[in-house]
Structure formats: C-alpha cells, structure tokens
T-cell receptor, first 112, second 112 residues
C-alpha cells in the first residue's frame, strides 16, 4: 500500500517556465489537497478537491491550477513559475473532509 | 483573527523524559483537532486527533488534552525516544469542512 505518492521529488525551474506536479493515492479517498510549506509559515492550502471532477480554491490559489480527472490523481500546475513559488509542496488525501490527512513525501521546487 | 499557534518554537528534552507540546487556537467554532509529526525530508504524519466533545484522548505513548475554556491543546509524549525528534504541528478543522489550519510547528529535540 503506497499511500500518497508525489512526483517529482525535486525540481528547479527558471522564472516563466511551467510544470505539473503529480499526486496519486491508492486509498480510494474522496478528498485531496495541495499544500505549500514555507519556513515559519506552516502549511497553507492551495487547492483542494472533494471528488473526481471537482476542484476548489484554498487559501493561496493564485498562480496555480489543478485538475482531478481521475479519483486517484490530483495534479497541480504552475503556468508561469515565479521565485515566490519556491517552496515545498505537499499533497494529501482523506476519507472524510475533516478527517486526518495522509500526506505525500513532498516536492521541493526552486524557481530561479 | 483565527489562528492556530504554538507557545514554543523548539523543545529539548532528555531521552526517557516526558514531552509536552502546547498549542493555542482562537476559533471556538473549531470542532476537530489533530496533531501531526513531520520528520526531516518527509511529509507530516497523523499522530492523534480529538473532537471538541472530548477533553482527553490517549494513544500509544501519546495523549492529547483539549481545554476548550482557554482554547488550548497539548500533546504529551511519554518516555520520549530519539525517534520522536521531529517537528510537531497542531491543526484545527473549522466547522463545515475543508479549511484546516495548521500551526507553524514546534521542533522537538531529544537528547541522548
């Protein structure tokens, strides 16, 4: 049982480049989330999904887009990367909306 | 404003001693609280949760206490071990679902 798998684990982008972060879960969870983690600021919610085909904005959605075409996958896209998007990105999933989350191991993104 | 905070950013304890990590929250409407552990280079891992209709909940070597009167949450770790060294986050779920707020974290150091 792999849980939540994130790819890639590390990435360096130049300003203006685009990329997609992939999150896959094998627990049949309905709810999936993308967070970013910055030093001293805790985890901040970017976007979330309450089921296949649905997405919603979180606390810090600007500059990001998401898609949930399949229940097990939640993609986070950066259309035009900026240095302010340098962060560690975590995907999480849960069975209930207020339940404890299962997190992936993270993607460390650096935008130069 | 609404926030979930921590009283101490770092905590150092001797191996074998008990650890207490504190957390304050400001929204009396929150009804679900979770503690997560994050080891270096990994995603947060669910430790224990508690609902607002409870004052105390015990797990394996961990106990969470909730004091709704003063809006305070604590995590107690019994017989702290080197493997307990990590950053511990409290998290708060707002009534109505998806808006989980994470604290900035407390780093626990365990001295051998």
């Amino acid at each position: 049982n792999a849980g939540v798998t994130q790819t890639p684990k590390f990435r360096v982008l130049k300003t203006g480049q685009s990329m997609t972060l992939l999150c896959a879960q094998d627990m049949n969870h309905e709810y999936m989330y993308w967070y970013r983690q910055d030093p001293g600021m805790g985890l901040r919610l970017i976007h979330y999904s309450v089921g296949e085909g649905t997405t919603a904005k979180g606390e810090v959605p600007d500059g990001y887009n998401v898609s949930r075409l399949k229940k097990q996958n939640f993609l986070l896209g950066l259309e035009s990367a900026a240095p302010s998007q340098t962060s560690v990105y975590f995907c999480a999933s849960s069975y209930y909306p207020t339940g404890g989350y299962t997190f992936g191991s993270g993607t460390r993104l650096t935008v130069v | 404003g609404e926030s979930v905070g921590l009283h101490l950013p770092t905590l150092s304890v001797q191996e074998g001693d008990n650890s207490i990590i504190n957390c304050a929250y400001s929204n009396s409407a929150s009804d679900y609280f979770i503690w997560y552990k994050q080891e270096s280079g990994k995603g947060p891992q669910f430790i224990i949760d508690i609902r607002s209709n409870m004052d105390k909940r015990q797990g394996q070597r961990v106990t969470v206490l909730l004091n709704k009167t003063v809006k305070h949450l604590s995590l107690q770790i019994a017989a702290t071990q080197p493997g307990d060294s990590a950053v511990y986050f409290c998290a708060e779920n707002q009534t109505g679902g998806f808006k989980t707020i994470f604290g900035a974290g407390t780093r626990l150091f365990v001295k051998a």
